[in-house]
């Protein structure tokens, strides 16, 4: 059975951090494709970041760059967005993705939220 479990939202204030994560089950992780999209009411999801199957590559959408990384741990099947100087505009519901060919996975969603 597939599974992929975010955890690590919440609310956060501008200029301060959070950690997401992501664990997987049910399927080789460490072939998997992993990314992190996101998605703000009203608004389109959007990728966010992502890293090849052993972390060599990773990739940025322009908004986040600098003040996001992404990385994973194979031994652990965990994938993990460590996000800093987070903005209000960085406020969605974040989800991780599995792929592999034509596989594609989702998590269920954790809210994050930026407000003073």
């Known amino acids: 059975q597939v599974q992929l479990v975010e955890s690590g939202g919440g609310l956060v204030q501008p200029g301060g951090s959070l950690r997401l994560s992501c664990a997987v089950s049910?399927?080789?992780?460490?072939?998997?494709?992993m990314s992190w999209y996101r998605q703000a009411p009203g608004k389109e999801r959007e990728l966010v970041a992502g890293?090849?199957?052993?972390?060599?590559?990773?990739n940025y959408a322009d908004s986040v760059k600098g003040r996001f990384t992404i990385s994973r741990d194979n031994a652990k099947n965990t994938v993990y967005l460590q996000m800093n100087s987070l903005k209000p505009e960085d406020t969605a519901v974040y989800y991780c993705?599995?792929?592999?060919?034509?596989?594609?996975?989702w998590g269920q969603g954790t809210q994050v939220t930026v407000s003073s």
């Open positions: 890293i090849s199957t052993v972390g060599s590559t990773t």
């Open positions: 993705k599995a792929r592999f060919g034509i596989y594609n996975y």
């Open positions: 049910g399927f080789t992780f460490s072939s998997y494709i």
